[in-house]
């Protein structure tokens, strides 16, 4: 069975920075596609960002370009976001997820796999 389960989400003030991980067991990560959701209360689960099977092509929202970082490390079954330059608006439920699919990577419904999140809270 493969299961997703992150990690690394905190209480933060604004302007700091968190790494979230996103460990993958019970078959390589190299298989998947990776992607980074967030919800925050009252709202859709939104895309954040993806990363290729192989690293080299990587995908953002608006939203969180130039302040987040999705990476990967095939060898430690392991993906990434680094957050940058944190604002409370960054507060919500982080979720990691994996496609077996490389195509309309910004889409939930390609998902195949879900973590169970993390909280990530930025005070002002």
């Known amino acids: 069975q493969v299961q997703l389960v992150e990690s690394g989400g905190g209480l933060e003030q604004t302007g700091g920075s968190l790494r979230l991980s996103c460990a993958v067991s019970g078959r390589t990560s190299s298989s998947y596609t990776m992607g980074w959701f967030r919800q925050a209360p009252g709202k859709e689960r939104d895309f954040l960002s993806a990363i290729s099977l192989n690293g080299i092509s990587t995908f953002y929202a608006d939203s969180v370009k130039g302040r987040f970082t999705i990476s990967r490390d095939n060898v430690k079954n392991t993906a990434y976001l680094e957050m940058n330059s944190l604002k409370p608006e960054d507060t919500a439920v982080y979720y990691c997820?994996?496609?077996?699919?490389?195509?309309?990577?910004?889409?939930?419904?390609?998902?195949?796999?879900w973590g169970q999140g993390t909280q990530v809270t930025v005070s002002s």
């Open positions: 997820a994996a496609a077996l699919g490389a195509r309309n990577l910004r889409a939930r419904d390609i998902y195949e796999l």
